[in-house]
């Protein structure tokens, strides 16, 4: 016997630009279901939450469109996410932050705006002048599988030495895909290590924020005037279960 569940379409901050042609999302929309108590079950399996995949684990399960979840740019799983907690539990969010109850209607998040002059259709890579050394870069976005990587590798670094996590140049490496056209795994690593001045990194970051699609994370805590970004842990999802 077949249960009907009711679906939405999410728009994805992206909008499908650098999702090739065919791709079942460079439409630039999701269809995801409503959580149900198997999501449940999900969000307090302990092995999930300890090995850190149970956001993961959850919107695998409630996406109904059919892809390759490695694909899936992060700003683009921030959207999911949302609305999923939306979906399961309703737009208010209640937290604390810095001590006192915050409340936030979720529904009111828009997605940050993107220049689509910036993007070739189809295409996940952009180029970039470095401002201080005149080296011209090209990279891509992260998706959940470089993440994946990422992390993976750091896990290792973390085996071989007692020092801080080199976070940042290794989050670089795997997003750089050529150097002065040279697309070299190995040079694009030392350029990295040996080359990129902290004021080109400054001016690569905040270019990269400029035309990241993601949704925007921010809200003023009634404390400060200042913008914070949204605090988000396994309560997000659960409210009424204490594992915020």
């Known amino acids: 016997m077949s249960f009907n569940l009711p679906t ?31 999501e449940e079950d999900i969000l307090t399996n302990q092995n999930y939450i300890q090995n850190g995949t149970v956001l993961d684990k959850l919107l695998k399960s409630l996406i109904v469109t059919k892809f390759n979840y490695d694909d899936l740019l992060i700003g683009d799983k921030n959207a999911i996410m949302i609305s999923a907690r939306i979906l399961g539990y309703g737009a208010d969010y209640k937290f604390q932050y810095n001590g006192v109850e915050e409340t936030v209607d979720l529904s009111t998040l828009e997605n940050r705006p993107l220049d689509e002059s910036l993007y070739t259709k189809g295409q996940n890579e952009f180029t970039f002048k470095l401002p201080s050394s005149d080296n011209e870069i090209t990279f891509k976005l992260l998706t959940h599988g470089d993440e994946a990587k990422i992390n993976q590798e750091l896990e290792g670094l973390k085996k071989l030495r007692t020092e801080g996590s080199p976070e940042l140049t290794t989050r670089l490496k795997h997003m750089i895909t050529s150097v002065n056209g040279d697309r070299t795994p190995k040079l694009i690593r030392e350029f990295v290590d040996q080359a990129f001045l902290a004021r080109d990194a400054r001016a690569f970051r905040a270019y990269l924020n400029e035309i990241q699609p993601d949704v925007d994370l921010t809200f003023f805590p009634s404390t400060t005037t200042k913008p914070a970004n949204l605090p988000i842990g396994i309560g997000f999802f659960w409210p009424d279960a204490g594992l915020g």
């Open 8 to 38: 939405e379409t999410i728009e994805l901050p992206s909008k499908g630009l650098v999702y090739p042609e065919g791709h079942p999302l460079s439409e630039g929309t999701i269809e995801i279901k409503y959580m149900t108590a198997k």
